[in-house]
């Protein structure tokens, strides 16, 4: 499976930005899917995450603020990120695996992955 990720940049405190991932090759109906973000140091991180049922799961810095969606044909996912804060600031990661239950937000189990898209929020 192929992702590629879009639409990261820079932002001022407050504003809004919309990360897109297009999906290539999977041949599977049951899967998790979802993003993380890292930045330098520090481990990667579960921001928000869904699985094939539309069940989601969302970190508790990110709720309220971000929402985890799909298209309807499953071939591309979204992130809506709201009232951006300078330390949502990280490179964020589009990540997918083959998988059944309530999706997870620990990055080990996700087997395919982007190339990643910066955000940056300056304060």
């Known amino acids: 499976v192929q992702l590629v990720e879009s639409g990261g940049g820079s932002v001022q405190a407050g504003g809004s930005l919309r990360l897109s991932c297009a999906v290539f090759g999977r041949n599977y109906r049951e899967y998790w899917m979802g993003w993380f973000r890292q930045v330098p140091g520090k481990e990667r991180e579960g921001v928000a995450v869904v699985n094939s049922e539309g069940r989601t799961t969302y970190a508790d810095s990110v709720k309220g603020r971000f929402t985890i969606s799909e298209d309807s044909a499953k071939k591309n996912l979204y992130l809506q990120m709201n009232n951006l804060k300078p330390e949502d600031t990280a490179m964020y990661y589009c990540?997918?695996?083959?998988?059944?239950?309530?999706?997870?937000?620990?990055?080990?189990?996700?087997?395919?992955w982007g190339q990643g898209t910066q955000v940056t929020v300056s304060s």
């Open positions: 990540a997918q695996n083959r998988a059944q239950g309530v999706p997870d937000l620990r990055a080990h189990w996700y087997d395919d």
